[in-house]
């Protein structure tokens, strides 16, 4: 319950003040039972005086305002399907990469690539430094030993696909005022079981209220990250996939999107299915078997599942990958799939935590005997050819898959939203576009204003 952004939501909209007042108070006291009517009043007063100054920040002239004051598109979140893996979320994040470029210089694997992780190499040493962040799964703020765990094992498998051994992890951890401190030991153990079991240490962590004394509620946000080491030679981009190319899946069982899919449709055994790091067990069996070096691309199928993240790969490295429908279900682990099944839902269009490996016809072969000797089911399921897009081979014929405006939707709620293409979508992009170009000219600024002090 953000109280900050329903005050100025309603200021905003034309609302009386006193009527604002009066709904935060009823507002305040679900949360605050102990609190006395006076305390009520009091805080209601002080949250709508810090709002009157974020009104009067915005509404600043000159470049102390701008400097102060969002770019606005018109557009939200939810409109654009941010967050939802689709071609408005890709749209947004292909935006923020450009931003993200700016600042990245020397970088051998950069934001703007679209990959897993990003890559730096430590001066003049041989080695090179591996980094990626994930968000906890927004829907699983219920059931934070699940959050944390596959958290954790995203942002260590988007390490390990660029081809870097994981040796740190990073938490960033946010409880609403009202939430019970012990959901904070929860989300940690659950990151420490990944860490435990692969030997990977937790190195630091920041642990906050989302949004302080403003936010009532026990909403639970929290990010991990994860640095790697890797010799150059071993990085495995997505941009070094190439026509000729044979393309591996291993089985995928699915991690924070699984288990939201089960919890929240009552299939809770299958979230025993996610608690697994065969992930992890399957790179370093292709790094022990020396093939990293010989492999063009790796990455997992996450955001946006087959659809989405075949498609990135398509569009960094212009080929065409063309995938064996038979076989890639095959590999979707099978009390996974019944469930899908069941409900209806579009694997295809979902996180399923497979790892793709892209390479040529012998090494990809021989990742497959790899793979299984190390105990990880493993297929070869497609081909990369020239050519642009996503194809799918069903029955003798080639269907062509492209990335929908949201993934599958699989909970009530997303199908209560949809995966309708917005008829203005055109306009909302274009619109998204106006506010990054002012994001982009108050950068400049900026960056003006600290040379000129330097």
């Known amino acids: 319950m953000d109280l900050e952004g329903l005050a100025l939501h309603l200021l905003e909209s034309g609302s009386d003040e006193g009527e604002v007042r009066e709904l935060l108070e009823r507002l305040v006291r679900i949360w605050k039972r102990d609190w006395s009517e006076e305390r009520v009043r009091e805080f209601v007063s002080a949250v709508l005086d810090e709002v009157r100054h974020v009104r009067r920040a915005h509404g600043l002239d000159g470049e102390l305002g701008r400097l102060l004051r969002p770019p606005s598109s018109g557009v939200t979140m939810g409109e654009m399907g941010v967050g939802s893996r689709g071609e408005g979320d890709f749209f947004v994040h292909e935006l923020l990469t450009r931003l993200a470029a700016r600042a990245a210089e020397g970088a051998l694997v950069s934001p703007e690539e679209r990959d897993d992780a990003g890559a730096v190499r430590l001066g003049e040493d041989e080695r090179v430094l591996v980094s990626a962040v994930d968000g906890m799964h927004s ?261 062509r898959v492209d990335v929908k405006f949201r993934e599958s939707a699989y909970t009530k709620v997303k199908e209560v939203i949809g995966e309708e293409h917005p008829e203005d979508f055109e306009e909302m992009k274009e619109r998204v576009r106006r506010a990054w170009e002012e994001a982009e000219r108050k950068l400049d600024w900026v960056l003006r204003l600290l040379r000129e002090r330097s």
């Open 139 to 399: 829907r699983l703020s219920e059931f934070p030993f699940l959050a944390g765990f596959h958290a954790t094992r995203a942002a260590m498998r988007d390490v390990l696909v660029n081809g870097a051994r994981a040796v740190g992890v990073l938490v960033d951890l946010h409880l609403a005022d009202d939430g019970d401190v012990g959901r904070l030991f929860d989300f940690t153990a659950g990151v420490a079981a990944v860490c435990a079991a692969t030997g990977v240490p937790i190195l630091a962590g920041s642990t906050l209220r989302v949004g302080g004394d403003m936010v009532h509620g026990r909403r639970l946000v929290a990010g991990v990250a994860c640095v790697g080491a890797a010799r150059p030679e071993e990085l495995t981009p997505r941009r070094e996939a190439e026509p000729g190319d044979l393309i591996v899946l291993t089985e995928g069982a699915g991690g924070g999107t699984i288990s939201t899919t089960a919890i929240y449709h009552g299939y809770y055994d299958v979230v025993r299915e996610t608690l697994n790091v065969d992930f992890v067990r399957a790179v370093e069996a292709l790094r022990g078997a020396g093939l990293l070096p010989e492999v063009h691309a790796m990455t997992d199928i996450t955001n946006g599942g087959i659809r989405g993240d075949a498609t990135e790969i398509s569009e960094t490295a212009g080929v065409r990958l063309v995938f064996e429908e038979e076989r890639v279900r095959d590999l979707v682990n099978g009390r996974v799939m019944k469930m899908l099944d069941e409900l209806g839902i579009d694997y295809l269009g979902l996180s399923l935590d497979m790892l793709m490996v892209v390479a040529p016809e012998e090494v990809a072969e021989r990742c497959v005997e790899v793979l299984e000797d190390a105990g990880v089911r493993a297929d070869v399921v497609g081909r990369v050819e020239e050519g642009e897009g996503v194809y799918l081979e069903r029955e003798g014929r080639e269907e």
